[in-house]
């Protein structure tokens, strides 16, 4: 290690970055350990509201669907973790990203190596870009734009205390008629590589229906029984349809079969994005509450990024 100045921060001669096999790991293991170790003080300190997912559920997280996990290394020290979502179909040419460093090695290259090892596995999957999400105002929003991201929206997290509602003010939204429209539910395991899903999680679908036309859907992914919060996501009504209420409609069902089905789940929680402002209306009105918010980044790998 080079000697440092007073005050600032030694210099590691060698950051090394490794490609790894979670599938390959015990959950209990030394290595799930440590990457957990990592993103914990890395969430703790960039969004301390956030929870961290518990070993086994982030090595559930990093053996989802085609993901691609590098880890970075000082030493025999894990100081950094990075994650590639590759997309589930072949006519979306953007992936998904996730960069977490150590508060205590940041700011020494390990995030920018990091970077690179994402860009690179991306390009040669033929990709064309990267997303990457960021707590507003943190270390994230400067580290995106230092390695060449341009921001593209900004996401409200919201959160819904699900046991502080009174089931019969669900029931009477759900009650309500809309005549020439109805609601139809499904409840199925997870896909594979499904967002925020892993094996054993259910996907529970409200659909609003128009004759046969689905003209608008919720979804929520119900935690095989490790609870205590469900993820929910919206698709808001179609075209004419916009205006009726339905996006009120089906999520006030939705949260009456999670009240009602999952009694371990107690939190919902939901992302919009900002300029969606009936969207975020309609989750106050059901009871949501601000969370945090988060800036989503875009890495445009059709041109060549120098290595900053």
């Known amino acids: 290690m080079m000697k440092a100045a007073d005050g600032a921060r030694a210099w590691p001669r060698r ?14 293991g030394p290595r799930v350990r440590a990457w957990h170790a990592v993103v914990a003080a890395s969430m703790v300190e960039d969004s301390p ?5 518990a070993p086994d559920r982030l090595l559930d997280c990093l053996t989802t669907g085609a993901s691609v996990v590098w880890t970075a290394a000082i030493g025999d020290r ?31 290259g390990v995030g920018g190596r990091l970077v690179t090892a ?14 990457a999400a960021v707590p507003v105002a943190g270390a994230g929003d400067a580290f995106c734009l ?11 997290h919201l959160l819904l205390s699900l046991r502080d509602m009174h089931p019969g003010w669900l029931d009477e939204m759900v009650a309500a008629e809309y005549p020439g429209y109805r609601l139809a539910e499904t409840a199925r395991p997870a896909p ?14 409200i659909t609003a229906r128009h004759d046969r036309e689905v003209v608008g859907c919720t979804e929520v992914v119900v935690p095989q029984g ?26 006030a069902a939705m949260l009456r079969l999670l009240y009602d089905r999952y009694p371990h789940i107690t939190q919902v ?27 989503e980044y875009r890495l445009d790998l059709t041109h060549n990024q120098r290595n900053r």
């Open 192 to 205: 594979h590589g499904r967002e925020h899903a892993v094996v054993g999680d259910v996907l529970l679908t």
């Open 146 to 156: 230092r390695h060449g991201m341009t921001r593209v929206r900004t996401l409200h």
């Open 15 to 28: 950051v090394r970055v490794t490609r790894v096999e979670p599938a390959r790991e015990d959950p209990d």
């Open 118 to 131: 994402l860009a690179a596995e991306a390009r040669a999957r033929g990709l064309h870009g990267l997303i």
């Open 269 to 295: 929680a939901t992302n919009v994005p900002g300029h969606q402002t009936t969207l975020l209306a309609v989750n106050r009105q059901l009871g949501f509450r601000l969370h945090h918010r988060t800036h």
């Open 78 to 108: 894990t100081v950094g973790l990075a994650l590639l979502r590759p997309p589930s179909t072949g006519t979306v040419t953007t992936g998904r990203a996730q960069v977490h460093v150590h508060p205590a090695h940041r700011l020494r």
């Open 226 to 251: 490790s609870g205590p919060r469900a993820t929910q996501f919206d698709r808001p009504p179609a075209g004419g349809h916009h205006a009726m209420g339905l996006d009120l409609w089906a999520k």
């Open 49 to 53: 509201a956030t929870e961290a997912p």
